[in-house]
């Protein structure tokens, strides 16, 4: 029976990939269709292991402590954080081939582009992600993770 990651352990990672995730968030192209399509996917993934720590600690705690309810509350907000990541990533998707769209239909060399570009959803994805990490590190300084381990792994 192969090991299972800790809460602890599973933190870490979300940490490590959030900070990824910033970096190239920060020096990449807004305008790159793939890109974006990839960074959203990434997001799912943050996503999609924060649900799964919530359900094996929510599972593990049938009479929750206020220590129990922190801990549930701030990995709700994590993935809440990836998440609402995603939806602006997708915006700026969307908005990124809206504009190659009109700019490709356009019969003058002037091109009007409304609402928001897809670099500001970008900065406010960003935004959005940098919460992860202070998110877990505060998990971390409050010693709010317990040392056993959820019973499913994510997919």
């Not at 504009?99 to 500001?120: E, F, M, T, W």
């Amino acid at each position: 029976m192969p090991d299972r990651p800790a809460p602890a352990q599973i933190l870490d990672r979300i940490t490590t990939d959030a900070l990824a995730l910033d970096r190239a968030l920060r020096t990449g192209t807004t305008d790159d269709a793939c890109a974006l399509a990839a960074w959203i996917t990434e997001t799912q993934d943050l996503a999609d292991t924060a649900l799964y720590l919530f359900r094996g600690l929510a599972q593990h705690t049938p009479h929750p402590t206020s220590a129990d309810l922190l801990l549930l509350e701030r990995v709700a907000h994590i993935a809440k954080a990836a998440q609402d990541t995603g939806a602006e990533l997708a915006a700026a998707l969307a908005r990124a081939v809206e504009n190659r769209r009109r700019r490709a239909d356009a019969v003058s060399p002037r091109v009007v582009l409304i609402g928001p570009s897809p670099q500001q959803f970008v900065e406010s994805a960003i935004d959005l992600l940098d919460r992860i990490p202070a998110l877990c590190h505060a998990i971390h300084r409050d010693r709010l993770a317990p040392p056993n381990l959820p019973p499913h792994q994510p997919r």
